[in-house]
């Protein structure tokens, strides 16, 4: 068995893994981080296993070239996109004749809290532990230890459509890979990305993936709120390449390359490129940044409306971004900061060799699971990883199912808007 922990997140554009071992003051030291390309997942499901499949073996044969060691099992990210919070309670009596809470009466409040009804289609991931209650006594974190009649837990489930989460875990056992645990994606991304005053005080994290955008906000120690948007850097590119008349490739490359450098509006930097039937077209760098622009600011703005639809608007402090959807392009946090009025930052993951937010997800599920190895295994997460990472546990159905929203449909309120500005290009050009 390897010492390292691996942490793997399956994305809709990359496939991103991260090893982790600890020191010897028992740290745990992030040695190697990769990723490698994916077109087997779209808006976070898995449309094609055997190339989701391909691209983790890829993934992972990197890594282990990196750390010189084989790897044959992981942790992994569950997608937010496809999740669904579902806060629930568990109660049990203590079991011991002495009343003093023992490590098997926290399990047992862990199962408790999923006894909740769902529907058919779907399953419960994880359990995401709140507070505990001991005889009345909120705000318990570890109650193990601890002396009273009786034990509640306020929790939040996390569920899925089976038949998604199911595609998932064949894609990894397909490529070779063993499924340890799982590690809801907002809180493995949390883990690595936001500092504790800000997970404490009240944060919004936004996770800015290929074509979609997820957004989770913490506040008090816990996430309070999670929800999506079908938008991401790949609408960019999109963006670019209709509006320009190039291919996608080409599109990816000039956002890549230029993205939101500095230019002078006053003078146009425009490039010549070779685009289909050998046809050259001339580019210009100034109106590249204008789409580019327009529609990260739709994107935020998107993102702030859901958190002030959501109520928790005067909870947040601030914005933290992840992920490749736009954490990269320069001058990004003066530009959100402008856009949202309050403060705006990349993520800064603060390990040697993994400082980009693409790899927040990975490095935080191997952050998370560390965490969760250094303590006794009484957490949702810990149990989760030991006892149900074969998913085969069992599930409550409910009578109805989940009245789904679908989020990529814009008010049209939204015309003159920002929005506007979006179709504004299009219709300048065609």
């Known amino acids: 068995m390897s010492d390292y922990i691996v942490g793997i997140d399956i994305g809709s554009s990359k496939v991103s893994a991260a090893a982790g071992k600890f020191d010897k003051l028992g740290n745990l030291q992030i040695v190697g981080v990769t990723t490698a390309k994916c077109s087997g997942v779209n808006k976070g499901i898995v449309v094609d296993i055997d190339k989701t499949s391909d691209s983790v073996r890829s993934c992972i044969d990197q890594l282990e070239r990196m750390i010189d060691d084989r790897i044959e099992e992981a942790y992994i990210s569950f997608p937010g996109v496809i999740s669904e919070l579902v806060p629930n309670k568990g109660v049990v009596a203590v079991s011991s004749e002495d009343k003093e809470i023992k490590e098997n009466d926290v399990k047992r409040v862990i199962r408790a809290a999923k006894i909740i009804s769902i529907s058919s289609d779907r399953e419960i991931i994880d359990v995401i532990p709140n507070q505990y209650i001991v005889d009345g006594t909120e705000n318990i974190k570890e109650p193990e230890g601890m002396s009273g009649t009786r034990l509640e837990l306020d929790a939040l489930l996390v569920t899925a459509q089976s038949a998604l989460a199911s595609n ?4 990894l056992n397909k490529a070779g890979i063993k499924v340890n645990g799982i590690v809801f994606e907002p809180l493995a991304s949390a883990a690595a990305a936001l500092k504790e005053e800000e997970i404490m005080m009240g944060t919004a994290l936004l996770d800015i993936g290929a074509e979609t955008t997820n957004i989770s906000v913490f506040k008090d120690g816990k996430i309070v709120y999670n929800d999506h948007v079908n938008l991401g850097g790949s609408t960019i590119t999109s963006d670019i390449a209709i509006v320009m008349k ?48 327009a529609r990260i600011e739709e994107i935020l703005i998107l993102l702030n409306k859901k958190i002030m639809n959501s109520g928790y608007n005067g909870a947040i402090a601030g914005m933290v971004i992840v992920g490749g959807g736009i954490s990269q392009f320069e001058g990004i946090e003066e530009f959100g900061k402008s856009i949202l009025l309050m403060p705006f ?40 990883s030991k006892g149900k990472a074969d998913r085969k546990g069992k599930s409550y159905k409910k009578d109805q199912d989940y009245d789904e929203d679908e989020y990529d449909e814009y008010d049209e309120r939204e015309e003159e808007g920002i929005i506007g500005k979006i179709k504004g290009f299009f219709s300048e050009f065609f």
Request: no cysteine.
């Open 345 to 384: 930052r990349i993520a800064d993951l603060n390990y040697a060799g993994a400082s980009s937010p693409v790899y927040a997800t990975a490095v935080g599920v191997a952050k998370n699971v560390a965490e969760l190895l250094k303590e006794k295994p009484t957490s949702a997460g810990a149990e989760f």
């Open 246 to 293: 190039i291919p996608q490739s080409q599109a990816e490359q000039i956002k890549i390359k230029y993205g939101m450098k500095g230019h002078d509006e006053n003078n146009s930097t425009v490039i010549k490129l070779k685009a289909d039937f050998n046809n050259e077209v001339a580019v210009d760098l100034n109106i590249v940044k204008q789409i580019i622009e």
């Open 168 to 171: 998932i875990m064949k894609s």
